[in-house]
């Protein structure tokens, strides 16, 4: 177990983070204002079973396996801005074929809602920053009385809780925001189209990011 006396500036600093402008703030923010507080808690809970794995791969020593070996980060970072250029494609794709209709087929509106939770968890878990950061941050609030291997565990576990419930305040704040959005201007509309261009930019950022 982690000393009780660090957890206090471990959970202040863990939430500084979580609060700070990213790729998953960006994406609960949309989802949130665009189809409702739901969806955002899909995303969240997408983001929150990556963190839980990112925190097993730090356990069982790939985040330093990644700082040793570049070409990996390399390629896991070309891989997750494929994945999110192919998404941005397909959202503005859709949006082109259906920006005419007032309606969207039930069967596609039950698989959108689905593959939220799949988007959150990708989006988070091929960006290589975040493993690495994982290992770098957890490792500084362990000690040398037990194994190194629970303390990141417990660790883990909390910072991805801890994040999991802020992204749920962001996800209510923005689902409530859009309502007010919503009665002013046709978003809902053309949210495909606003996402796919939100999609496109990620990969673009993370493409080209040091």
């Given at each position: 177990?982690?000393?009780?006396?660090?957890l206090?500036?471990?959970?202040?600093?863990?939430?500084?983070?979580?609060?700070?402008?990213?790729?998953?703030?960006v994406?609960?923010?949309?989802?949130?204002?665009?189809?409702?507080?739901?969806?955002?808690?899909?995303?969240?809970?997408?983001?929150?079973i990556?963190?839980?794995?990112?925190?097993?791969?730090v356990?069982?020593?790939?985040?330093?396996?990644?700082?040793?070996?570049?070409?990996?980060?390399?390629?896991?970072?070309l891989?997750?801005?494929?994945?999110?250029?192919?998404?941005?494609?397909?959202?503005?794709?859709?949006?082109?074929?259906?920006?005419?209709?007032?309606?969207?087929?039930?069967?596609?509106?039950?698989n959108?809602k689905?593959?939220?939770?799949?988007?959150?968890?990708l989006?988070?878990?091929?960006?290589?920053?975040?493993?690495?950061?994982?290992?770098v941050?957890?490792?500084?609030?362990?000690?040398?009385?037990?194994?190194l291997?629970?303390?990141?565990?417990?660790?883990?576990?909390?910072?991805?809780?801890?994040?999991?419930?802020?992204?749920?305040?962001?996800?209510?704040?923005?689902?409530?925001?859009?309502?007010?959005?919503?009665?002013?201007?046709?978003?809902?509309?053309?949210?495909?189209?606003?996402?796919?261009?939100?999609?496109?930019a990620?990969?673009?950022?993370?493409?080209?990011?040091?």
């Amino acid at each position: 177990m982690p000393e009780l006396t660090i957890l206090p500036l471990f959970l202040i600093t863990t939430l500084l983070l979580a609060i700070s402008p990213g790729p998953d703030l960006v994406l609960i923010s949309a989802y949130s204002s665009g189809q409702g507080f739901k969806s955002g808690v899909r995303l969240a809970l997408g983001i929150f079973i990556a963190g839980i794995v990112q925190t097993l791969a730090v356990a069982l020593g790939l985040g330093q396996f990644m700082q040793q070996f570049p070409p990996i980060v390399t390629v896991i970072k070309l891989l997750g801005a494929l994945y999110l250029a192919w998404l941005g494609v397909n959202m503005l794709k859709s949006w082109w074929l259906n920006k005419h209709t007032t309606t969207m087929n039930t069967d596609n509106r039950e698989n959108a809602k689905r593959g939220i939770v799949l988007k959150g968890f990708l989006n988070n878990l091929m960006n290589p920053k975040a493993l690495l950061f994982f290992s770098v941050f957890l490792v500084q609030f362990t000690h040398g009385n037990a194994s190194l291997t629970s303390q990141i565990l417990v660790l883990g576990a909390l910072l991805s809780t801890a994040v999991l419930f802020v992204n749920l305040i962001f996800a209510f704040s923005f689902s409530k925001l859009g309502k007010v959005l919503a009665g002013r201007f046709r978003l809902g509309h053309h949210f495909d189209g606003v996402l796919g261009a939100l999609f496109l930019a990620l990969a673009a950022r993370l493409a080209t990011s040091k």
